[in-house]
């Protein structure tokens, strides 16, 4: 379990002790599980952005204790002995090209690896290694970053998080900007990262298909405090509930509920309601079949 990240009534003010303190985390108790996908979701204020900046120890708790990668981290951990931390847990923010700077696409990857001390050969196989993974094209490795397009821009951006060979991964929006093709490229990139390496991934998302579709385990944030935790089918079983948090339904989920009066005989064909657009699809056609059965 040393890749399991544990929130231990943690909170965190900004400006503490002064006249401008804000309370934006308010004792948390989490377990986010290793070697899943786990999906945080809340709307805007709700305290994801702040709770994810602790998973490297960018902020440490105000009160209470973190556990990452088998270390603990409270308000009096010294910002020197955090540092290989930040190795252990990458964090890809939103529109991440915004951090691109180097002269050279495969320099720009190099950069992490040699602030961690790895030689220069060692750092440039593992940048060579990573943008082979995200689909950039050796080609491209001498470029200016500044010259590619704005998708390949992104991929160079989270292969430099990859360099650091991280045990956990965060995403906080990552495919804000992107157009439906890319956004469904981008996502499925990441899955199979996870899936073949086995990394535990946290995904910070507004879009419940996604959540949906390739989460494990779902944490709800609301006012700075986790209000629900479970999986997809449980966090999405309460429309009424996620309404009142200023949460909307997958898309699939949506669509049964408007047809839900017309299907009352046909929702008992099935133990659980469609998550994700394929499973509404078979769902229905399934239904199609059961009446035609009727009919026949």
């Known amino acids: 379990m040393a890749n399991q990240i544990i929130f231990d009534q943690v909170s965190y003010t900004y400006n503490p002790n002064t006249p401008f303190a804000v309370d934006v985390l308010n004792n948390v108790n989490l377990t986010i599980p290793e070697n899943k996908v786990t999906a945080i979701v809340g709307h805007t204020g709700s305290g994801k952005s702040t709770l994810i ?3 490297n120890v960018l902020l440490r ?12 981290v409270t308000a009096t951990s010294e910002h020197a002995t955090l540092k290989p931390l930040r190795k252990k847990v990458g964090v890809v923010f939103q529109f991440p090209e915004a951090q691109l700077f180097e002269e050279s696409v495969i320099k720009d990857v190099m950069f992490g690896p040699l602030n961690f001390d790895i030689s220069e050969e060692e750092a440039m196989r593992i940048a060579k290694e990573k943008l082979a993974l995200v689909g950039i094209p050796e080609h491209l490795y001498e470029r200016s970053p500044f010259d590619l397009s704005g998708g390949q821009m992104r991929r160079v951006a989270i292969a430099g998080v990859l360099a650091l060979e991280p045990e956990v991964l965060v995403l ?16 499925e990139m990441f899955i199979d990262l996870q ?5 535990t991934l946290v995904l910070v998302t507004h879009q419940m298909d996604d959540v949906a579709k390739y989460a494990d385990n779902v944490i709800v944030m609301e006012k700075g405090t986790m209000v629900k935790n479970g999986t997809p089918a449980e966090v999405f079983a309460d429309a009424s509930w996620l309404d009142q948090k200023q ?5 699939a989920m949506s669509f049964m509920a408007k047809i839900d009066s017309q299907l009352d005989v046909a929702m008992a064909m ?8 394929d499973e509404l699809a078979d769902y229905l056609l399934k239904i199609k079949a059961g009446i035609q059965v009727e009919e026949g």
Do not use: C, F, R, Y
Request: aromatic fraction near 0%; glycine fraction near 8%; hydrophobic fraction near 30%.
């Open 53 to 55: 900046q602790h998973l």
């Open 270 to 277: 099935t133990e659980k309601p469609p998550l994700t657009v």
């Open 172 to 187: 906080d929006e990552p495919t804000a900007g992107l157009d439906p093709l890319g956004h469904k490229s981008m996502m």
């Open 195 to 199: 899936q073949t390496t086995n990394i």
């Open 61 to 72: 708790p105000t009160a209470g204790t973190l556990t990452v990668a088998g270390e603990k």
């Open 247 to 251: 949460l909307s339904l997958p898309q």
